[in-house]
């Protein structure tokens, strides 16, 4: 499973990016898929998350509220729609695949078997 990120960029407090994860095959819609972060510094953060299907997601609580996932099964592409973006939010954002874990596992990085490259995402005014 190959994975591209993008969507990324600058963006000022209070504004929206919406990021896009394109993956490859056509088992895609066969996967959990999550977004995690990282800021310069820190360890690997876990964003949200959504079930193969769609009809799961989760969130961390920094981001719920401000931050929705969905995904177009049929394009290969999962979304995370951020709004309302503040300066603790920039990170690099980067989407994941999981091929086989249970839902109360979804949070942690070892939970995921593919990484895609990361998008930078930086809130500043």
């Known amino acids: 499973v190959q994975l591209q990120a993008f969507g990324g960029g600058l963006v000022q407090p209070g504004g929206s990016l919406r990021l896009s994860c394109a993956g490859s095959g056509r088992t895609f819609r066969r996967y959990d898929m999550g977004w995690f972060r990282q800021a310069p510094g820190k360890e690997r953060e876990f964003v949200s998350a959504?079930?193969?299907?769609?009809?799961?997601?989760v969130y961390a609580d920094s981001v719920k509220g401000r931050f929705t996932i969905s995904r177009d099964n049929a394009e290969n592409t999962v979304y995370l729609q951020m709004n309302n973006l503040q300066p603790e939010d920039t990170a690099v954002y980067y989407c994941a695949v999981s091929t086989g874990a249970i839902l109360s596992t979804l949070r942690r990085p070892s939970a995921y078997d593919y990484w895609g490259k990361g998008t930078l995402v930086t809130v500043s005014s």
């Open positions: 959504i079930r193969k299907n769609g009809a799961t997601t």
